[in-house]
């Protein structure tokens, strides 16, 4: 058995059986290797969407730095083997600031540059992560960082998108008006959640606190809200505004709803309401669909 030089890091790694590189006959240099995604012949289909995803990339969604979880693609004409993926991360850094500033006018800028590199029809991404705001306890405004789940969902093709979206997810208190009206005392409520994809009309200017105002339709619906101090003062503020404001998950859904219908920036959406039932081990939820 052939001996190595222990006290060396390359004797030690041949020891554990690290064997020296091969030669090869493959070229070495970029310009003399096989681009096999550029091949142009009749591949049978034109691809609508190709490109990557599960992509943990740093994001700016509001004043406050945080994740997103990326895809992106392109379509992929029926002439085209393959697209050059190494191309959507170099697209991606183009629009980086210390993050991606998570807006749909970086988003356009984006899509528009994934679109013209790849030398495509179509460009499309979807993105998700947490949105940090402030929110101040409701009686003693005492300052606290909040958040909810977005996400942004676009595609541009040609010179407009396609499809244009936003989603959040947030958490309120319902209290059960069933429980509240055969109970002698009390009555049972859990957190729900409300989450909702909007179909965004591009025809109607965004406005600035489209966040925001989504964010309110959400919440001010339900029971209570959520906060993340409470002094006793504050406690007693919430727990009291829950019991004078019962609501089952069909009562919550139907209130954002109308409240959605009404924002004019708005073109259809999908709003799912679920509570996690606190007597239950099951949830409990109901599903709408709009389009105006």
Not at 178 to 185: T, V
Not at 198 to 215: F, W
Request: hydrophobic letters at 35%; one cysteine or more.
């Amino acid at each position: 058995m052939e001996e190595f030089d222990l006290t060396t890091r390359e004797g030690r790694f041949k020891h554990f059986g690290s064997v020296d590189p091969v030669e090869g006959t493959k070229p070495k240099n970029k310009e003399d290797m096989a681009d096999l995604q550029n091949s142009r012949k009749d591949f049978l289909f034109e691809v609508d969407s190709v490109g990557i995803n599960n992509l943990t990339y740093p994001v700016v969604i509001g004043d406050f730095q945080s994740v997103g979880n990326f895809e992106l693609a392109t379509s992929l004409e029926k002439d085209e083997k393959g697209i050059n993926m190494s191309r959507l991360i170099e697209s991606l850094e183009t629009v980086n600031s210390n993050g991606v500033p998570l807006n749909f006018d970086t988003i356009k800028e984006l899509l528009t540059r994934l679109r013209d590199r790849m030398k495509q029809n179509s460009a499309e991404l979807t993105v998700d992560g947490k949105w940090f705001f402030n929110k101040p306890s409701p009686g003693t405004g005492l300052d606290a960082i909040a958040n909810a789940d977005v996400v942004y969902s676009a595609e541009f093709d040609g010179e407009k998108f396609t499809r244009k979206q936003f989603g959040m997810t947030a958490q309120v208190t319902t209290l059960c008006p069933c429980s509240k009206e055969i109970s002698e005392y009390s009555a049972h409520n859990q957190r729900g959640n409300v989450k909702v994809l909007i179909d965004i009309d591009d025809s109607v200017e965004l406005p600035e606190t489209y966040k925001e105002d989504l964010y309110e339709v959400l919440e001010i619906n339900a029971s209570s809200q959520l906060y993340p101090i409470l002094k006793r003062t504050d406690e007693k503020m919430v727990t009291e505004r829950a019991y004078e404001n019962p609501r089952f998950v069909e009562d919550l859904i139907r209130l954002v709803a109308y409240d959605l219908v009404e924002l004019d920036w708005v073109k259809g959406f999908e709003l799912e309401c679920r509570n996690e039932e606190s007597i239950h081990q099951h949830d409990a939820f109901s599903r709408l669909k709009y389009q105006k």
